[in-house]
């Protein structure tokens, strides 16, 4: 996902990757940014790829878009797969605060999907990398093994690395496009 303040939309990018590393599908979709549409959007992103073999969804990131909260049950019932959201940072700040004052027409619906998401499990990994995870419809140690086979190097696994530059290049290419 990649996107700039005062865009109507982020760029999001889905990859399927195959457990040997290889990439074998891309697609891409859109959000709304400050929304209320990233758990739909991200359906459609998935559904887009038209494919019955995608074992598990993992996402960068909860909160996406400028406080776009995604509903990881509500998406994990639509998909019917394991959903793994994560985070590189230690969550800090006060989100409900923010959320009231940033939002306050919907505040109350963005901070019942934020309490919804619950607070998210550290995830130790070797080289004392650490990460932070929210799932659904799959264990601690399940959702720690797939991180972990996905990681090559740094803290972000190859899908969701791999997707933020598709985001990123995407983004900056309709910007060039925009201004010329």
Known sequence: ESFRLGSPYSVLVGVVMRSDGMIDGVSLGRTTVGGLDATESIARLYESLGRNDIQFLMIDGCIISWYNIIDLEELARKLDIPILCLAFEEPEGD????????????????????????????????????LYARFVNIDYRTARTLIKKFLKEGKRPEPIRIARLIANAVLNYGIIIQRT
């Open 95 to 130: 989100v409900i605060n923010a959320l009231r004052k940033l939002f306050p027409d919907d505040s109350d619906i963005r901070i019942a999907l934020y309490e919804k998401l619950g607070k998210p499990k550290e995830i130790l990994l070797p080289g004392n990398v650490r």
